[in-house]
């Protein structure tokens, strides 16, 4: 069976802040980028996929079960690599010791199979070497590539991540797309990022969610392709341009709401389009207030 | 990592031990760091008629010696008490038992059978206000949110959360009851007992609050009532023969029945489990 996720009008509110409104989607393996504003309701609709939260309206699947049902949310979690966007270190820990710990909450009770899985998935993110290093000792880089560690436990055939190359030079980043994309051929792979380049490096897949709402929802290459024709290089800023910016050959990239002629279009990158999708709606507060 | 491997002809001379002792240094080198090669000496050295080692197994070994951390005090103990080696490490986790905290709680109990000994019925309250509540605090921080840094990884893993903080309860009174006693013996007259019914009752009070507030809350708000209680009966000047009536102590016990039986009715309520009640 095909592993799969469904979300059918899946809100979530905390308090009278709407975080997530009318969700539907459907994922299957391959690597689905998430992308968005801060406030855009990314990290609410992981945690809900996740199942560190539920939903306030709506149905999940995951992986053909209910959350809602203690027995059903347990089996979820044992096929499941989960990275927050923010994690704290108990004391003294090395990265060895953090991720034996979470191997033993994922159910490795025996030592030495426990042991040889935490070697792998350090190995496969490049730490190793530095397997016995105190964690408060470790760069930021270093710290993410920890909490990753801990996701890719057991080779879950669902693995969501939130922001996983925050801080990791792009040497590593390298590393870990090639890491996400052989995972990806047979799990479900969600990350959210700011980084434009990692989806459109990894993603087939893209979703842009705004103010709690999905704004797009389809190939990476389709959204690039709506903004061709609308991005130049010139000598000085345009003013009738979305934004604009100067490069570091000294010109300014254009990128522009409508497509113009007679200037000296660039290839659009993915950056380009979110941008302009962005700037097609409408601005205002990152979430919205739930009516009363 | 690495493109390069050993070729057949130098490993059968570095399983034989005829390379040179520069060639073995660098074969012995690439071997650390290529599993491949690895796998392949045990082959070699079938071939060659040499007793085989399970060189996997022993690499395994090697790194298990330098990677697993050794294991805390308090995670030993709980070994020897019983507990299998995966959970006396779950349990050991927790802030509450590491380190600087135990050192500081065993030192006010020390303190506290210090003044009792010294202090008369002034030191005796004293140490009775003091014993019960170390059990409570410690089972408050072991499960509190606030101290437990990793939580939103630990919270979608399968193992039960439920399970977890009933060890982490049941390791603080297996550990602490004991060694609170052996520290109240040298207090005098029967008060080394007197504190045992209020500090079971009052640790099972705190599970009971923590499925409404946080157990650090609930151990704050438990050990005030019981400090001013404390207070009060040693300003009316009453003796500290007091907390040993048996009525006293049967209150205590009823308490700690109670409580543990209304933490096991809303245990879904614990604050880590609440998202989904």
Request: charged letters at 20%.
């Amino acid at each position: 069976m095909t592993a799969s996720i469904s979300l059918s009008g899946v809100g979530r509110t905390f308090g009278a802040t709407r975080a997530l409104a009318d969700v539907d989607l459907d994922l299957e393996p391959g690597v689905i980028g998430l992308l968005g504003p801060n406030g855009a309701g990314k990290t609410t609709l992981l945690r809900l996929l996740a199942t560190a939260l539920p939903p306030s309206q709506g149905t999940v699947r995951v992986l053909g079960r209910d959350p809602q049902v203690p027995a059903e949310r347990t089996e979820i979690r044992r096929r499941l690599g989960y990275l927050p966007q923010e994690v704290g270190f108990p004391r003294g820990f090395t990265a060895f010791a953090f991720v034996d710990y979470i191997a033993l909450l994922k159910e490795w009770p025996q030592p030495d199979a426990r042991h040889a899985e935490v070697r792998r998935v350090l190995d496969q993110v490049g730490l190793a070497d530095v397997a016995t290093k105190r964690i408060r000792a470790m760069s930021g880089g270093q710290r993410r590539r920890v909490v990753l560690a801990q996701a890719l436990l057991g080779s879950p055939p669902v693995l969501i991540l939130d922001e996983p190359t925050t801080g990791v030079d792009p040497e590593q980043r390298v590393t870990l797309r090639t890491v996400l994309a052989e995972i990806a051929r047979t799990s479900i792979v969600v990350l959210s990022t700011h980084q434009t380049e990692d989806v459109a490096a990894l993603c087939e897949r893209v979703i842009v969610l705004d103010r709690g709402r999905v704004r797009y929802d389809g190939q990476v290459t389709e959204l690039v392709r709506q903004a061709a024709g609308r991005v130049w290089l010139a000598d000085q800023p345009d003013p009738t341009a979305r934004v604009s910016w100067r490069t570091g050959t000294g010109r300014y990239r254009n990128v522009a709401a409508h497509a113009r002629d007679g200037v000296e279009h660039v290839e659009p990158s993915l950056e380009d389009a979110y941008l302009l999708l962005r700037g097609d709606l409408p601005h205002g507060k990152p979430a919205e207030e739930v009516a009363s | 990592m690495t493109g390069w491997h050993v070729d057949d002809e130098t490993l059968r001379h570095y399983v034989e031990r005829t390379d040179s002792v520069a060639e073995g240094a660098s074969v012995e080198r690439h071997l650390l760091n290529c599993a491949q090669c690895r796998a392949r000496v045990n082959t070699a050295a079938t071939a060659v008629d040499l007793a085989v080692v399970d060189l996997a197994a022993v690499w395994d070994g090697t790194r298990d010696a330098v990677e697993v951390p050794r294991p805390s005090v308090f995670e030993r103990l709980l070994r020897a008490l019983g507990l299998p080696a995966h959970e006396a490490q779950l349990v050991a986790v927790a802030s509450a038992f590491r380190g600087v905290w135990l050192v500081g709680v065993a030192a006010v109990l020390a303190f506290a059978a210090g003044a009792a000994v010294i202090g008369h019925a002034r030191g005796l309250w004293f140490f009775l206000a003091v014993a019960p509540l170390a059990p409570c605090l410690v089972v408050a921080f072991s499960y509190d949110r606030r101290w437990d840094p990793a939580l939103e990884p630990e919270t979608v893993t399968p193992y039960p959360t439920l399970r977890l903080i009933l060890l982490r309860t049941v390791a603080v009174l297996a550990v602490a009851l004991p060694a609170v006693l052996l520290l109240g013996l040298v207090v005098p007259g029967a008060a080394p007992f007197a504190w045992l019914l209020p500090a079971v009752g009052f640790v099972a009070l705190v599970l009971a609050a923590s499925t409404w507030a946080s157990p650090l809350n609930a151990a704050i708000a438990v050990s005030a009532a019981w400090l001013m209680t404390v207070w009060l009966l040693a300003a009316r000047a009453a003796s500290p023969s007091a907390v040993l009536q048996p009525w006293t102590q049967v209150a205590f016990l009823v308490l700690a029945a109670a409580s543990f039986g209304t933490f096991l009715v809303r245990r879904r309520h614990v604050r880590q489990l609440r998202p989904w009640r």
